[in-house]
């Protein structure tokens, strides 16, 4: 407004003269109409910010619900004898889910071992060999399973595992969780590598280290903490898996002494107890839920580390 | 555009200038022999039957306006055109008489042979400073740490890199700054002990006095290694070189003593370059 003073004064809003006038002047903001239009401006902007922390609140809500709820309903039955006692049978007070978190470790472990080799090689020929048309066709293969319902998943392996072999087991289970990371861990990975710069590629070869040396020593060590994340967060999706484990690990209320056997898994339990008539299996329910969203926090907040770690040496950004 | 008489091969001068150099090697056989060296990438032809001599121990400048294939030039020399699947090869290159086109070469060794340094310096991020340096003779199965360490300083040394990093070897090479990780790619190429040199732009991210460091470097090095140097800098082509060869749309117009070059040059085109007219 003080800018206005002793300048001379604008000609009449809508004659061509002020028109003239707010071209000639545009970006200096001393026209009543110019003004006008700033103002609307900052309310635009300032309706687009609230609209956008709104929806990021509605993100955020449901988040804090769950954490809320499952913190309310499941600490007061998590206590010693949950993480080291078997379920107890039906009316028996206490007892705790140990085989079912150990059977969640075993299943992650044996997920792990077969589907992490497989999807971190499948990323490596994506990234690093093949014809961009193959390629094309492979990505596009593996995003179509990214999207596969897990319960299909469950009911493939039943019939190729469960059935044939006559009886659910450990082995199922870890089978059709390794299955569902194969392509998530396929694409993280090779997106980890493409991140590597060429640059790195070239100064290897011209060292005269070949091709392979390059690929493990430098461009998949370059690419670790990326892949290692993919890894982590494929593990931390399956980790909650219910439904493809109903066709496959079954659930056990004991321990599981061989891989051959049906195996107790969290959500498995949690998924028992839940659907039970009992109140303190309902109790049990909640805390099993508590441990597991506590376990998949975990990993996620690991991965945030490791990538803020990452940033700060200013390695590639994930 | 290009007559015959400039299709001839250009002998390796030797003027003057740096003549006395020259001499004491006692040999006037070139390291680098290119004859009729045509690079295609798919249908297009990016060199046009270049024909050139690099002479041992001596800095070669390729000068050139961009596209003119002054890079695809020095990458064909050490092989590395053979990343682009669609790259195919025509021609001749000797290096120091040996055909390193012919199929029996593995490209893996005649790299321990060629070094190159790249314009962008790209230190391996996950590595330490003396890891960078000694990573050519780790992956290729030198093992014994007393010539891993030996390697390492005489490396650093040559690069004049030495006296700055001497105390934190086991420091991540990305904490050096932008100069320094580019003599620190010079002495990881030099550690593999290569009989050439090819440098493609390698002063063109860099400040003025790491440029100049680098200059310093390049002209030391020369006593030892056999150089070709890709720049955009006519100065600096100017300031280290001893030969020039000048590149246009593919082809190779002139080559000769950098003096010549730069003072006298036998055609118009290199003239109108070096004087800034066009490029």
């Known amino acids: 407004m003080s800018l206005k003073t002793g300048l001379p004064l604008p000609a009449p809003p809508g004659s061509p003269e002020a028109k003239a006038e707010t071209l000639g002047r545009a970006g200096v903001g001393i026209d009543s109409k110019q003004e006008s239009y700033h103002r609307w401006r900052?309310?635009?902007?300032?309706?687009?910010?609230?609209?956008?922390?709104?929806?990021?609140?509605?993100?955020?809500?449901?988040?804090?619900?769950?954490?809320?709820?499952?913190?309310?309903?499941?600490?007061?039955?998590?206590?010693?004898?949950?993480?080291?006692?078997?379920?107890?049978?039906?009316?028996?007070?206490?007892?705790?889910?140990?085989?079912?978190?150990?059977?969640?470790?075993?299943?992650?472990?044996?997920?792990?071992?077969?589907?992490?080799?497989?999807?971190?090689?499948?990323?490596?020929?994506?990234?690093?060999?093949?014809?961009?048309?193959?390629?094309w066709w492979i990505r596009f293969a593996a995003d179509v399973l990214n999207g596969v319902p897990s319960i299909i998943w469950g009911?493939?392996?039943?019939?190729?595992?469960?059935?044939?072999?006559?009886?659910?087991?450990?082995?199922?289970?870890?089978?059709?969780?390794?299955?569902?990371?194969?392509?998530?861990?396929?694409?993280?990975?090779?997106?980890?590598?493409?991140?590597?710069?060429?640059?790195?590629?070239?100064?290897?070869?011209?060292l005269g280290i070949s091709q392979w040396r390059t690929l493990v020593q430098i461009v998949l060590r370059t690419a670790l903490r990326g892949?290692?994340?993919?890894?982590?967060?494929?593990?931390?999706?399956?980790?909650?898996?219910?439904?493809?484990?109903?066709?496959?690990?079954?659930?056990?209320?004991?321990?599981?002494?061989s891989l051959n056997d049906p195996i107790a898994a969290l959500p498995l339990q949690i998924f028992s107890y839940a659907i039970s008539p009992y109140e303190d299996w309902h109790r049990q329910a909640w805390a099993g839920a508590l441990v597991l969203l506590v376990l998949v926090a975990l990993v996620n907040v690991s991965v945030r580390l490791l990538t803020r770690e990452r940033s700060n040496r200013g390695r590639l950004p994930l | 555009m290009i007559t015959e008489e400039r299709q001839t091969i250009p002998k390796p001068p030797l003027v003057a200038a740096d003549s006395a150099r020259a001499r004491e090697q006692g040999s006037g056989s070139p390291a680098l022999s290119v004859r009729n060296l045509s690079v295609f990438f798919g249908k297009v032809q990016v060199l046009k039957r270049i024909?050139?001599?690099?002479?041992?121990?001596?800095?070669?400048?390729?000068?050139?306006?961009?596209?003119?294939?002054?890079?695809?030039?020095?990458?064909?020399?050490?092989?590395?055109?053979?990343?682009?699947?669609?790259?195919?090869?025509?021609?001749?290159?000797?290096?120091?008489?040996?055909?390193?086109?012919?199929?029996?070469?593995?490209?893996?060794?005649?790299?321990?042979?060629?070094?190159?340094?790249?314009?962008?310096?790209?230190?391996?991020?996950?590595?330490?400073?003396?890891?960078?340096?000694?990573?050519?003779l780790r992956l290729n199965g030198v093992r014994q740490r007393s010539v891993l360490a030996q390697r390492l300083e005489h490396s650093l040394l040559m690069a004049a890199l030495w006296d700055e990093v001497k105390d934190r070897l086991d420091a991540p090479a990305t904490s050096l700054s932008g100069g320094q990780q580019q003599r620190l790619c010079i002495a990881r190429a030099l550690a593999v002990q290569p009989e050439v040199l090819l440098m493609d732009e390698p002063a063109s991210a860099l400040d003025p006095l790491a440029t100049r460091k680098i200059e310093d470097l390049i002209r030391e090095l020369k006593k030892k290694y056999t150089i070709l140097i890709v720049t955009h800098n006519m100065q600096q082509a100017a300031r280290t070189s001893d030969y020039t060869a000048f590149f246009y749309l593919g082809e190779l117009v002139e080559y000769g003593a950098t003096a010549r070059i730069f003072t006298n040059p036998a055609q118009k085109q290199t003239e109108d370059y070096v004087t800034g007219r066009f490029g």
């Open chain 1, 42 to 135: 900052n309310v635009k902007n300032g309706l687009v910010q609230a609209v956008t922390c709104l929806c990021t609140l509605a993100v955020l809500l449901p988040l804090a619900l769950v954490f809320n709820h499952v913190l309310k309903s499941g600490l007061s039955a998590v206590n010693l004898t949950f993480f080291t006692g078997l379920p107890k049978p039906v009316g028996e007070p206490g007892g705790g889910m140990a085989n079912a978190i150990v059977g969640t470790f075993e299943l992650l472990g044996l997920a792990a071992l077969l589907g992490v080799p497989v999807g971190v090689c499948g990323g490596i020929f994506l990234a690093e060999y093949g014809s961009t048309k193959l390629n």
């Open chain 1, 155 to 206: 009911m493939v392996v039943y019939a190729l595992v469960v059935v044939p072999r006559k009886g659910f087991s450990a082995w199922a289970g870890g089978i059709v969780l390794g299955m569902i990371i194969v392509p998530l861990i396929m694409r993280t990975s090779e997106e980890m590598l493409r991140l590597v710069p060429q640059g790195y590629r070239e100064a290897a070869l011209a």
């Open chain 1, 227 to 257: 892949i290692t994340t993919g890894i982590l967060l494929a593990l931390a999706r399956v980790a909650g898996e219910t439904a493809p484990l109903l066709f496959t690990a079954f659930g056990n209320r004991f321990w599981n002494h």
């Open chain 2, 51 to 136: 024909s050139l001599d690099a002479a041992a121990q001596a800095v070669t400048a390729i000068i050139g306006p961009s596209g003119c294939g002054k890079s695809t030039f020095l990458r064909s020399l050490n092989r590395m055109h053979e990343l682009v699947p669609s790259a195919r090869v025509e021609g001749e290159i000797r290096l120091f008489g040996e055909d390193i086109l012919s199929p029996e070469v593995e490209p893996v060794s005649l790299r321990r042979r060629v070094g190159m340094v790249f314009q962008k310096s790209n230190p391996f991020p996950t590595m330490s400073i003396a890891d960078n340096v000694t990573v050519g």
